[in-house]
């Protein structure tokens, strides 16, 4: 109460800082803002089918990102730490259901085991079981690679713990390169399923018919596009599930909030850490076989970039916030596909690291960041 | 036969650590002389290995000289990175894009320049110098309001520089006529392409790409310094990024044919001997320990042990992170220059971002703030990495490159596990060495008093 009053009566308001020259700069923010919207606008009406093709080529991208993205962000909430080591676990998420599909065919394991049983459960079940495979692998590899190379430098200078990710990055990659691992080259990537087509048109939603192109005026969609987009969403849902209302995920918000005191509250820091690295290796596994499924071409360095910009997405809708990197990867994925479509391909990285100047700049916590105070 | 050559790596880093202590230990030399001849020693001692015959084969072989050459272009990347990071505290991933820039800078400069085009060196000329000028004179302009947006501010400098180009490129187009004749051709040298001329133009490629390099560096610190550190960090990635996919597309985004876009540029004349290799060296290091040890150096300091307490003295912290960063820029462009005149061919690959992980590896390792460090981990990395690519080249043949990165890494885990702080700590050598200053010379100084006490 007291110190209130003293500073009312004072009366030593800090009078509002109007910065000069502040014009200037919402001109060059308008007028970058009206040449993104000419861009976006003129090939809207000039082209909608192709711009409508183009958001659903992003949207698929951008649900890929998101899966990523969710590692990246959980795990710089509570260790600050970049894990440039994620996109390549997302890549052996890949090649394991690669191995899975194409050496041991477990995505039919169901009908060896069941003959009778119906081709589309078949598929299905196969295919889940290929993914929580990967997934399962993608999470033992990552908490390996949490104790062996982040553990023991958590009191060191955050710089080292930072170059070791970059160490195990360039492990998993070139190891990954060796012949007898996985290879260097390029593979093709066998879906356990079969791909199917739809396009929309004015008279509704029609099936492709293999070998028949659709009409002109129509968009198409796959399969693929709406898995992806199913599972992307109910792993948001499940994870805010898990960080709203279980005890790890109070645990969790906890320890990303003050470690030490955390600690104090009877939290197993370690093992909380431990589980975040989990969950978000298992998702990206998740994303490494949509990816691999969507796009049907895998490598060792598959994951560096898909990797960096779903860490871009992570810092674009705020780090730390599990819907903010959703809605952060979803625009990282519009963008990159609309640029590739309507600017020209070589400029997406471009683009997409310019708006994430441009956010940073406006809002310097990311759109659903909480503005956090440097220094008390 | 891998033991010879593991041995001979090991010998040969240890004679280069060497080498590089003498080197220091001269230039921190009180007496006048002793620098100058200690340098001139310095510079003979690798002349005469790589001049001297004996058997048939120089005493360094192309091998080992090439390597030299590298390093000493990587010491003067590294070294920019440690002023930025070591001493200013910026997490900065864009030094290899800076490296890349004033490689790709210089090197069109004298590929157009020997084949009878003289816009390379004045467009890159003119736009450097004016382009200085017409920064540096908005950024004392605009310190006058206090407190501008960082985004007016950028609109500013994005407009000058925009204005600067075209008048660097109407002002070469208009001048061009008149010097190309004295150019000739690639077939015909003309007056101007040949002996000193050249070497007087290498000299000023090398040094406008660096001031060209530290030109970009201010334009993207304006807005990306005043982010967080690690945003900060994973923006200057996004640009190593931005700027390889130009170097891949720089003949069909860029308007630059002669750089052949991702197929690589070729013919450039190899122009860099070991005497400009080691004269942009020694004055990288010359430039930067003076800096570290002048109170502009402490000025960098203050703000990476603490911008609330530096600002608190009344230092400007946007302005000293922003010098840091343009400096550190400026020295890898030098680098850059040195390296694509040396090798001759620039492949977008070499400036792909994963390799723009490797001055930040050298730094850490070498020591945060430690510029001994830096130089000698530059030196004692290239060799290592070789060393251990021509001894797995014995043993696994065609896959020894990427056996290299597998055993490379667990190398950089095990020094970090062991050694979080770096190699060197914070030791320096001779030159390097915080100049000390006598107690009794301060004190024997008048005081100035101020008047009217």
Same mark, same amino acid.
């Given at each position: 109460?007291?110190?209130?009053?003293?500073?009312?009566?004072?009366?030593?308001?800090?009078?509002?800082?109007?910065?000069?020259?502040?014009?200037?700069?919402?001109? $060059?923010?308008?007028?970058?803002?009206?040449?993104?919207?000419?861009?976006?606008?003129?090939?809207?009406?000039?082209?909608?089918?192709?711009?409508?093709?183009?958001?659903?080529?992003?949207?698929?991208?951008?649900?890929?990102?998101?899966?990523?993205?969710?590692?990246?962000?959980?795990?710089?909430?509570?260790?600050?730490?970049?894990?440039?080591?994620?996109?390549?676990?997302?890549?052996?998420?890949?090649?394991?259901?690669?191995?899975?599909?194409?050496?041991?065919?477990?995505?039919?394991?169901?009908?060896?085991? $069941?003959?009778?049983?119906?081709?589309?459960?078949?598929?299905?079940?196969?295919?889940?079981?290929?993914?929580?495979?990967?997934?399962?692998?993608?999470?033992?590899?990552?908490?390996?690679?949490?104790?062996?190379?982040?553990?023991?430098?958590?009191?060191?200078?955050?710089?080292?713990?930072?170059?070791?990710?970059?160490?195990?990055?360039?492990?998993?990659?070139?190891?990954?390169?060796?012949?007898?691992?996985?290879?260097?080259?390029?593979?093709?990537?066998?879906?356990?399923?079969?791909?199917?087509?739809?396009?929309?048109?004015?008279?509704?939603?029609?099936?492709?018919?293999?070998?028949?192109?659709?009409?002109?005026?129509?968009?198409?969609?796959?399969?693929?596009?709406?898995?992806?987009?199913?599972?992307?969403?109910?792993?948001?849902?499940?994870?805010?599930?898990?960080?709203?209302?279980?005890?790890?995920?109070?645990?969790?918000?906890?320890?990303? #909030?003050?470690?030490?005191?955390?600690?104090?509250? =009877?939290?197993?820091?370690?093992?909380?850490?431990? #589980?975040?690295?989990?969950?978000?290796?298992?998702?990206?596994?998740?994303?490494?076989?949509?990816?691999?499924?969507?796009?049907?071409?895998?490598?060792?360095?598959?994951?560096?970039?898909?990797?960096?910009?779903?860490?871009?997405?992570?810092?674009? =809708?705020?780090?730390?916030?599990?819907?903010?990197? $959703?809605?952060?990867?979803?625009?990282?994925?519009?963008?990159?596909?609309?640029?590739?479509?309507?600017?020209?391909?070589?400029?997406?990285?471009?683009?997409?690291?310019?708006?994430?100047?441009?956010?940073?700049?406006?809002?310097?916590?990311?759109?659903?960041?909480?503005?956090?105070?440097?220094?008390? | 036969?891998?033991?010879?050559?593991?041995?001979?790596?090991?010998?040969?880093?240890?004679?280069?650590?060497?080498?590089?202590?003498?080197?220091?230990?001269?230039?921190?030399?009180?007496?006048?002389?002793?620098?100058?001849?200690?340098? %001139?020693?310095?510079?003979?001692?690798?002349?005469?290995?790589?001049?001297?015959?004996?058997?048939?084969?120089?005493?360094?072989?192309?091998?080992?000289?090439?390597?030299?050459?590298?390093?000493?272009?990587?010491?003067?990347?590294?070294?920019?990175?440690?002023?930025?990071?070591?001493?200013?505290?910026?997490?900065?991933?864009?030094?290899?894009?800076?490296?890349?820039?004033?490689?790709?800078?210089?090197?069109?400069?004298?590929?157009?320049?020997?084949?009878?085009?003289?816009?390379?060196?004045?467009?890159?000329?003119?736009?450097?110098?004016?382009?200085?000028?017409?920064?540096?004179?908005?950024?004392?302009?605009?310190?006058?309001?206090?407190?501008?947006?960082?985004?007016?501010?950028?609109?500013?400098?994005?407009?000058?520089?925009?204005?600067?180009?075209?008048?660097?490129?109407?002002?070469?187009?208009?001048?061009?006529?008149?010097?190309?004749?004295?150019?000739?051709?690639?077939?015909?040298?003309?007056?101007?392409?040949?002996?000193?001329?050249?070497?007087?133009?290498?000299?000023?490629?090398?040094?406008?790409?660096?001031?060209?390099?530290?030109?970009?560096?201010?334009?993207?610190?304006?807005?990306?310094?005043?982010? /967080?550190?690690?945003?900060?960090?994973?923006?200057?990635?996004?640009?190593?990024?931005?700027?390889?996919?130009?170097?891949?597309?720089?003949?069909?985004?860029?308007?630059?044919?002669?750089?052949?876009?991702?197929?690589?540029?070729?013919?450039?004349?190899?122009?860099?001997?070991?005497?400009?290799?080691?004269?942009?060296?020694?004055?990288?290091?010359?430039?930067?320990?003076?800096?570290?040890?002048?109170?502009?150096?402490?000025?960098?300091?203050?703000?990476?042990?603490?911008?609330?307490?530096?600002?608190?003295?009344?230092?400007?912290?946007?302005?000293?992170?922003?010098?840091?960063?343009?400096?550190?820029?400026?020295? %890898?462009?030098?680098?850059?220059?040195?390296? %694509?005149?040396?090798?001759?061919?620039?492949?977008?690959?070499?400036?792909?971002?994963?390799?723009?992980?490797?001055?930040?590896?050298?730094?850490?390792?070498?020591?945060?703030?430690?510029?001994? /460090?830096?130089?000698?981990?530059?030196?004692?990395?290239?060799?290592?990495?070789?060393?251990?690519?021509?001894?797995?080249?014995?043993?696994?043949?065609?896959?020894?490159?990427?056996?290299?990165?597998?055993?490379?890494?667990?190398?950089?885990?095990?020094?970090?596990?062991?050694?979080?702080?770096?190699?060197?700590?914070?030791?320096?050598?001779?030159?390097?060495?915080?100049?000390?200053?006598?107690?009794?010379?301060?004190?024997?100084?008048?005081?100035?008093?101020?008047? /009217?006490?």
């Amino acid at each position: 109460m007291q110190p209130a009053t003293v500073s009312q009566s004072t009366g030593t308001e800090f009078r509002k800082h109007n910065p000069p020259l502040k014009w200037v700069g919402q001109v $060059f923010l308008a007028a970058v803002a009206l040449v993104a919207i000419y861009i976006l606008g003129r090939n809207l009406i000039l082209g909608p089918r192709i711009f409508a093709q183009f958001v659903i080529s992003g949207l698929q991208l951008g649900f890929v990102y998101a899966l990523i993205a969710l590692g990246y962000t959980m795990v710089y909430g509570i260790v600050k730490l970049i894990n440039f080591a994620h996109g390549d676990v997302f890549m052996v998420g890949a090649f394991t259901s690669y191995y899975l599909v194409e050496r041991f065919s477990l995505h039919v394991w169901p009908a060896a085991v $069941f003959p009778t049983m119906n081709d589309t459960l078949v598929v299905v079940i196969g295919t889940i079981s290929v993914i929580i495979f990967a997934m399962l692998i993608c999470v033992l590899l990552a908490v390996t690679i949490e104790r062996v190379a982040y553990k023991p430098l958590r009191d060191a200078p955050r710089i080292a713990a930072l170059i070791t990710a970059i160490g195990v990055s360039f492990f998993l990659e070139y190891y990954g390169a060796l012949n007898f691992v996985y290879t260097p080259r390029f593979i093709p990537f066998m879906r356990p399923f079969e791909v199917a087509a739809w396009y929309i048109d004015p008279s509704g939603i029609h099936n492709i018919v293999q070998g028949t192109a659709p009409p002109d005026n129509a968009v198409t969609f796959s399969n693929i596009l709406i898995i992806i987009m199913i599972t992307s969403i109910l792993v948001q849902i499940f994870l805010q599930f898990l960080v709203r209302r279980t005890k790890m995920g109070i645990a969790m918000r906890a320890v990303s #909030f003050d470690k030490p005191t955390a600690r104090l509250m =009877g939290i197993n820091v370690d093992q909380v850490i431990s #589980f975040t690295f989990a969950i978000g290796a298992a998702f990206a596994g998740l994303g490494g076989v949509l990816y691999a499924i969507a796009y049907s071409s895998i490598n060792t360095q598959m994951g560096i970039l898909p990797g960096l910009k779903a860490f871009v997405a992570a810092v674009l =809708g705020g780090i730390g916030s599990i819907p903010g990197a $959703f809605v952060g990867a979803l625009i990282m994925g519009q963008a990159e596909a609309l640029t590739m479509g309507l600017i020209s391909t070589p400029m997406r990285d471009a683009v997409a690291f310019t708006i994430l100047i441009f956010v940073l700049l406006i809002r310097p916590t990311g759109i659903f960041g909480e503005p956090e105070n440097e220094k008390a | 036969m891998e033991l010879g050559f593991l041995v001979g790596s090991i010998v040969k880093i240890g004679a280069i650590l060497a080498y590089l202590y003498g080197l220091l230990w001269v230039l921190g030399h009180k007496k006048w002389w002793v620098k100058i001849v200690g340098i %001139a020693a310095a510079f003979t001692v690798i002349q005469l290995g790589l001049t001297v015959v004996i058997g048939g084969n120089t005493l360094l072989n192309d091998f080992d000289s090439g390597l030299l050459f590298q390093a000493a272009s990587m010491t003067m990347v590294a070294l920019g990175l440690n002023l930025i990071y070591g001493f200013n505290g910026q997490f900065s991933l864009g030094q290899w894009g800076f490296y890349g820039i004033g490689a790709y800078a210089a090197a069109d400069v004298t590929f157009r320049w020997t084949h009878g085009d003289s816009r390379g060196l004045i467009v890159l000329g003119v736009g450097a110098i004016l382009g200085g000028l017409v920064l540096l004179g908005i950024n004392k302009w605009l310190s006058r309001y206090r407190g501008v947006p960082v985004m007016s501010a950028f609109a500013f400098y994005l407009v000058g520089s925009i204005l600067v180009g075209i008048v660097a490129v109407g002002i070469g187009n208009a001048v061009d006529p008149s010097i190309a004749p004295l150019l000739g051709s690639q077939a015909e040298p003309g007056p101007l392409t040949q002996g000193a001329w050249m070497q007087i133009v290498y000299f000023l490629a090398v040094i406008f790409a660096g001031v060209f390099a530290a030109e970009i560096s201010f334009l993207l610190g304006i807005p990306v310094l005043s982010l /967080g550190s690690d945003y900060f960090g994973i923006a200057t990635l996004g640009f190593t990024i931005v700027v390889n996919t130009l170097m891949v597309n720089s003949d069909t985004i860029l308007p630059f044919p002669e750089m052949k876009g991702g197929r690589g540029m070729i013919g450039i004349p190899k122009l860099t001997t070991w005497f400009w290799a080691f004269f942009f060296m020694v004055l990288v290091i010359i430039i930067m320990r003076n800096i570290i040890h002048s109170s502009t150096g402490r000025t960098i300091l203050s703000v990476r042990e603490d911008e609330t307490a530096a600002k608190a003295m009344g230092i400007d912290i946007a302005n000293t992170k922003l010098l840091a960063f343009v400096i550190g820029s400026l020295f %890898a462009g030098i680098g850059g220059g040195v390296y %694509a005149h040396y090798i001759g061919f620039l492949s977008p690959k070499t400036f792909d971002f994963l390799p723009g992980f490797n001055p930040m590896i050298i730094v850490v390792f070498g020591g945060l703030g430690s510029m001994t /460090g830096t130089i000698a981990a530059s030196f004692a990395w290239i060799f290592f990495l070789e060393g251990m690519l021509r001894v797995l080249l014995s043993q696994f043949g065609t896959d020894a490159p990427t056996w290299r990165f597998v055993l490379y890494p667990i190398a950089i885990l095990l020094l970090m596990l062991l050694k979080p702080q770096g190699l060197l700590g914070k030791v320096e050598w001779g030159f390097l060495k915080a100049p000390i200053v006598k107690a009794r010379e301060i004190f024997s100084k008048p005081v100035e008093t101020t008047s /009217g006490q």
